[in-house]
């Protein structure tokens, strides 16, 4: 199983520009996870989706937007990319268990914003 | 969600323990310990977790101490590739904003 897949891997983009990054999980699980991380830092929450159809902002959502497509696909779009969001971003999915349960992440997207 | 507090780097010396402390002293009593580690910026990855009891898998041990107020890492025979930066979290059921400190980057020498 590929687990989460996270797309692109690499992306660099001018300020104003848009983008949308892609994340797929294929384990079934309910809950999916945005987080960016900056260099030397813990992981920060960007939006969640707790289950299929609901969608909820973390601790730093301006300046995104998330669509939960389906339970397998989450994606976060950029409207007008800032050079403070260059970051790596992480998607993660986990399934409600014990302590709202093991998460499990996709490799990042590196994102440069000029 | 309770916060934890971790030590910013330890060193190790290959083939010994790694015992990596925590500190989440406002634990409240359905939140679980979970351990995470990142490997250079890959994404992280689960290690253990726990409530109340010891545990112990094939990666780690995790102990708990009664008042749940700590806990402790244990990798039992550390090697180069378990450098990386561990990641020490508390969570309770349905709760999804977790509170991802700076960990602790463990340097594992030969």
């Known amino acids: 199983n590929a687990g989460v897949t996270q797309t692109p891997k690499f992306q660099v983009l001018k300020t104003g520009q848009s983008m949308t990054l892609q994340c797929a999980q294929d384990?079934?699980?309910?809950?999916m996870y945005w987080y960016r991380q900056d260099p030397g830092m813990g992981l920060r929450l960007i939006y969640y989706?707790?289950?299929?159809?609901?969608?909820d902002k973390g601790e730093v959502p301006n300046g995104y937007n998330v669509s939960r497509l389906n339970k397998r696909e989450f994606s976060l779009r950029l409207e007008s990319a800032a050079p403070s969001q260059t970051s790596v971003y992480f998607c993660?999915?986990?399934?409600?268990?014990?302590?709202?349960?093991?998460?499990?992440f996709g490799e990042g997207s590196r994102l440069t914003v000029l | 969600d309770a916060k934890t507090t971790q030590p910013p780097s330890m060193d190790c010396a290959e083939g010994r323990a790694a015992n990596l402390p925590c500190n989440h002293s406002?634990?409240?009593?359905?939140?679980?310990v979970y351990w995470y580690r990142q490997i250079h910026s890959q994404g992280p990855q689960y290690i253990i977790h726990?409530?109340?009891?010891?545990e112990t898998n094939e990666m780690a041990s995790l102990i708990i101490t009664e008042d749940r107020k700590s806990s402790t890492l244990i990798l039992p025979h550390a090697t180069l590739r378990d450098t990386a930066v561990y990641y020490c979290?508390?969570?309770?059921?349905?709760?999804?904003?977790?509170?991802w400190g700076a960990g602790t980057k463990l340097i594992i020498k030969p």
């Open positions: 993660a999915s986990s399934e409600p268990g014990q302590g709202a349960g093991e998460l499990f």
């Open positions: 384990m079934n699980h309910n809950s």
């Open positions: 989706s707790a289950s299929e159809g609901t969608t």
């Open positions: 406002t634990i409240s009593g359905n939140e679980y």
């Open positions: 726990g409530l109340k009891n010891n």
């Open positions: 979290i508390v969570r309770g059921d349905s709760n999804y904003q977790l509170i």
